[in-house]
């Protein structure tokens, strides 16, 4: 009898962590992921999502050499996002805003 109460509390861990660790991969949808995008000043390409919709990316360089990136992801032509990023030549990234997530390598063109 003495024996019972530890092994419940063990069991009712087990349990806790089995759950949560479920719960944490449902949680986090994967983040579509553009691979390495060649960029170049000031000139702007488009990408495809899936689905309808695109990325569309404007870089411009600065004066540090780190590079702005003004994102606008559009579905069947409807502006959804257009969040911002600073980050320098070939450094990966991702960027959530609400429900939409996108990553890229952006590797600066000389």
Same mark, same amino acid.
């Given at each position: 009898?003495?024996?019972?109460?530890? @092994?419940? $509390? @063990?069991?009712? !861990?087990?349990?806790?962590?089995?759950?949560?660790?479920?719960?944490? $991969? $449902?949680?986090?949808?994967?983040?579509?992921?553009?691979?390495?995008?060649?960029?170049?000043? #000031?000139?702007?390409?488009?990408?495809?999502? #899936? #689905?309808?919709?695109?990325?569309?990316?404007?870089?411009?360089? %600065?004066?540090?050499?780190? !590079?702005? !990136?003004?994102?606008?992801?559009?579905?069947?032509?409807?502006? @959804?996002?257009?969040?911002?990023? %600073?980050?320098?030549?070939?450094?990966?990234?991702?960027?959530?805003?609400?429900?939409?997530?996108?990553?890229?390598?952006?590797?600066?063109?000389?």
């Amino acid at each position: 009898m003495k024996y019972r109460t530890p @092994l419940i $509390a @063990l069991a009712l !861990l087990a349990l806790a962590f089995a759950g949560c660790s479920k719960h944490s $991969a $449902a949680t986090y949808p994967k983040v579509p992921n553009l691979g390495v995008v060649e960029v170049s000043d #000031g000139i702007t390409s488009r990408h495809d999502l #899936g #689905g309808d919709r695109v990325c569309i990316v404007t870089p411009t360089v %600065q004066k540090d050499g780190s !590079l702005l !990136l003004a994102l606008r992801i559009e579905e069947a032509g409807k502006l @959804l996002a257009a969040p911002r990023v %600073q980050t320098m030549s070939d450094r990966p990234f991702e960027v959530t805003v609400g429900d939409i997530s996108i990553g890229f390598t952006p590797h600066l063109k000389q």
